[in-house]
């Protein structure tokens, strides 16, 4: 399969890895005033790099014995915390609400990467696909998941790459039709993680109704699942997870 790495994808790459600055006045408000003297606005954190900073810091290096694994995405991972997220187990909720890939490009390394994990699982690409921050291409989605998954591997990280789940619709946002671009995005994924060495967490063909939609027992809303949608989900990750620690 033929890399695509477009410029965009290459600077957030460097922005994860630390090697990139943004030019100067990016992420800033100014104006002029009467002595000509510029006024900064506080600079917008667009990745949302402060959500998890100070927990990060408290959660400390895993121990030799312990399998911590990172799950990394929007805010169907976000929420999962709040839906008995594994009890007991060295699982790290890393997703933040609304996050597109190029996003959680840009806060890989401080959310996975220095947590060592010995797996990260990605679930994203959907919030892509709504426009929250742009247009995007399939390409451009491919791009940031391929990237995201190179630097996990850098770093000795198993990579499970999690099929987005099924959208009719969004209800933030009507008429993006997903549902087909899911199922191809789906695909390609699948495709991608069998040639690069990756796990393919399934998470879509249980969930998914014949509109195709996501059941409407799994959702309030379409898009998020609920209770039974986690029950569902949770054996796919463990199975995902048992097979990158070679736990079949």
Request: neutral net charge.
């Amino acid at each position: 399969m033929k890399m695509r790495l477009a410029w965009s994808t290459l600077l957030l790459a460097g922005l994860a890895f630390g090697q990139a600055a943004a030019p100067a006045g990016v992420g800033s408000v100014g104006a002029a005033g009467a002595s000509g003297a510029v006024r900064t606005a506080a600079p917008v954190d667009w990745a949302n790099l402060n959500r998890y900073r100070d927990a990060n810091a408290k959660l400390g290096a895993p121990t030799t014995d312990e399998d911590r694994v990172v799950f990394m995405g929007d805010s169907i991972t976000d929420a999962w915390v709040r839906f008995n997220f594994f009890p007991g187990k060295p699982y790290i909720g890393r997703g933040i609400s609304g996050q597109t890939t190029p996003q959680m490009l840009v806060r890989f390394r401080q959310d996975v990467v220095d947590l060592k994990p010995k797996v990260v699982l990605i679930l994203a690409g959907t919030n892509d696909i709504a426009g929250n921050t742009g247009p995007s291409t399939p390409e451009m989605i491919e791009d940031n998941l391929m990237t995201m998954a190179d630097i996990a591997k850098a770093n000795g990280i198993k990579v499970v790459l999690c099929s987005i789940t099924p959208a009719f619709d969004y209800p933030w946002k009507r008429g993006m039709e997903p549902a087909p671009k899911i199922l191809a995005l789906n695909a390609w994924m699948k495709e991608y993680a069998a040639k690069a060495g990756l796990i393919y967490a399934d998470y879509y063909s249980a969930m998914v109704d014949e509109r195709p939609g996501m059941k409407t027992e799994l959702s309030t809303d379409g898009v998020h699942p609920n209770q039974a949608g986690y029950d569902l989900m949770a054996p796919v990750a463990e199975r995902a997870i048992a097979q990158a620690l070679g736990r079949k």
